[in-house]
């Protein structure tokens, strides 16, 4: 059940992206405010039916609620993202900040967190040694944390280049991204760093761990780093942002790709293995 509706609502989530790059002007806005509510929903209801009301309400609290109190603390103090101010575009604000905003944060922190999971042993229970867990455990909120901050060079300059948010000071800006400062980014992985910390101890041991249940968001998480690198090089003229995000990204989408790959390669060998020989037939043919 779990993953017949996560795979429904993520089907919905790519058909609305893939209309994206076709829409202008306000149909484009709702279209971008669909996408984020239905990421959402997506992401805390993956959370809630695989892991129940506790870790859902921790991933709410951490990062809708955290996402929510730095963007107001940002909106109205500069701090930690630079001097910014929303339009209109984006739907009903409250503190200056559009409602959506952190449902975007929930969006994909989620993905984020169990592709570190996975990439670090989630669900290895070989190793007791202390040193070796907390090593586990810096690399995973590590992970995690780039793997979520690394997003906002694909959303940050498409959501300017539309629009819906402006910098006062975009200086320094990084190379072929003008109009959105540095320091962006480094508020972006300054709070993802909290809220990936802040996440286990609230969720608890169930968020440690990733199973089929969670293919789902595997699929969510890569299929919005390939789309995102097509998208701005072909679709929405934002070629920097492409080679940005691809390469911030990459710390985290590209290992996980290759442990998907790797895991269907070894299920493929178990199957292979498990077929039964007709009598009769040369088994070294």
């Known amino acids: 059940m779990t993953r017949r509706i996560s795979w429904a609502l993520l089907a919905v989530l790519v058909l609305a992206q893939i209309c994206y790059p076709l829409t202008t002007g306000d149909t484009r806005a709702g279209l971008t405010v669909a996408t984020v509510v239905l990421g959402w929903l997506l992401s805390v209801g993956h959370a809630l039916l695989s892991r129940g009301p506790r870790v859902a309400a921790a991933l709410v609290a951490v990062a809708t609620g955290g996402g929510f109190a730095i963007e107001a603390i940002g909106v109205a103090t500069g701090v930690p993202f630079g001097s910014y101010d929303y ?16 449902l975007a ?17 989630g669900g290895s229970t070989t190793s007791t040694d202390s040193g070796a867990t907390v090593g586990r455990w810096a690399g995973r909120i590590a992970l995690a944390t780039v793997g979520l901050a690394a997003w906002d060079l694909f959303l940050d300059p498409q959501m300017v280049a539309e629009g819906y948010w402006v910098w006062r000071d975009a200086t320094p800006a990084l190379p072929g991204l003008p109009g959105i400062p540095v320091s962006n980014y480094l508020g972006w992985l300054l709070f993802a760093v909290l809220m990936m910390s802040a996440l286990r101890p609230l969720a608890g041991p169930a968020a440690e761990r990733t199973d089929r249940r969670d293919h789902p968001m595997t699929a969510l998480y890569l299929w919005t780093y390939f789309s995102s690198i097509l998208a701005h090089a072909v679709f929405l003229d934002l070629p920097a942002s492409a080679l940005w995000g691809a390469a911030g990204m990459s710390v985290t989408a590209i290992p996980l790709a290759v442990t998907v790959l790797r895991a269907r390669q070894a299920r493929a060998t178990r199957q292979e293995d498990h077929q039964p020989h007709r009598p009769g037939v040369d088994a070294t043919r």
């Open 87 to 102: 339009s209109g575009e984006l739907g009903p604000k409250l503190a200056g900040v559009p409602l959506i905003i952190p």
């Open 105 to 121: 944060w929930t969006w994909m922190a989620w993905p984020a967190w169990l592709a570190a999971v996975r990439l670090t042993s």
